[in-house]
């Protein structure tokens, strides 16, 4: 009977969950803080680099606001960029959760973020083949927010015609250094 006890837990917690019961489990971090606000939040590129046809940017959050929590992936909504001869357009791109060629991922973990200070991740493409896209600028939608920051940015990226240009994002981490060097 013992070893059932923390699975039939786990199932009471999952349906509670399920039936909106209000347990406190998602509604806030668990610092007790409110969760980091885009239009409190201020964004810049603070790092470049490129090994082995694979760029990377790191991106750095500034917390003008209250203090405020933060944990998971940013997720890249929009991308606007061309083709190198091209005009500036919107570009199709879809972004993968986990580690670059050139920087570790520490996971998802709670950040506490006190007015003034940064949190940033890493965002990585490749250009070892196909079209080559320079892109401009991406929209970022951070974890517990319901709009999107803007973000200049100057990279590339490579895709096939018609196919998405892949971006891979890190977890957020402390600081603006973003994750370390893999």
Same mark, same amino acid.
């Given at each position: 009977?013992?070893?059932?006890?923390?699975?039939?837990?786990?199932?009471?917690?999952?349906?509670?969950?399920?039936? &909106?019961?209000?347990?406190?489990?998602?509604?806030?971090?668990?610092?007790?803080? !409110?969760? $980091?606000?885009?239009?409190?939040?201020?964004?810049? @590129?603070?790092?470049?680099?490129?090994?082995?046809?694979?760029?990377? /940017?790191?991106?750095?959050?500034?917390?003008?606001?209250?203090? $405020?929590? +933060?944990?998971?992936?940013?997720?890249?909504?929009?991308?606007?960029? %061309? =083709?190198?001869?091209?005009?500036?357009?919107?570009?199709?791109?879809?972004? +993968?959760?986990?580690p670059l060629?050139?920087?570790?991922?520490?996971?998802p973990h709670?950040?506490?973020?006190?007015?003034? /200070? %940064?949190?940033?991740?890493?965002?990585?493409?490749?250009? !070892?083949?196909?079209? +080559?896209?320079? @892109?401009?600028? +991406?929209?970022?939608?951070?974890?517990?927010?319901? /709009?999107?920051?803007?973000?200049?940015?100057?990279? =590339?990226?490579? !895709?096939?015609?018609?196919s998405p240009?892949?971006?891979?994002?890190?977890?957020?981490?402390?600081? =603006?250094?973003?994750?370390?060097? &893999?």
């Amino acid at each position: 009977m013992r070893r059932y006890v923390p699975w039939l837990l786990l199932g009471l917690l999952t349906a509670a969950a399920a039936l &909106g019961l209000g347990l406190g489990l998602a509604e806030a971090p668990a610092s007790g803080d !409110a969760v $980091c606000q885009s239009d409190e939040l201020g964004a810049r @590129i603070t790092s470049t680099g490129s090994v082995a046809s694979q760029p990377w /940017s790191t991106i750095a959050f500034t917390n003008n606001g209250n203090p $405020c929590s +933060i944990e998971g992936y940013p997720r890249i909504v929009a991308a606007s960029g %061309h =083709t190198y001869q091209g005009s500036i357009e919107s570009l199709p791109v879809t972004a +993968i959760e986990g580690p670059l060629y050139e920087r570790t991922d520490p996971g998802p973990h709670l950040i506490s973020v006190a007015e003034g /200070s %940064h949190f940033s991740f890493a965002l990585g493409t490749n250009t !070892a083949s196909g079209t +080559i896209y320079v @892109i401009t600028a +991406i929209s970022v939608m951070l974890p517990g927010n319901s /709009s999107s920051l803007r973000v200049p940015v100057d990279t =590339t990226g490579s !895709a096939s015609r018609g196919s998405p240009i892949q971006l891979r994002v890190t977890a957020l981490v402390r600081g =603006t250094n973003g994750p370390p060097g &893999g």
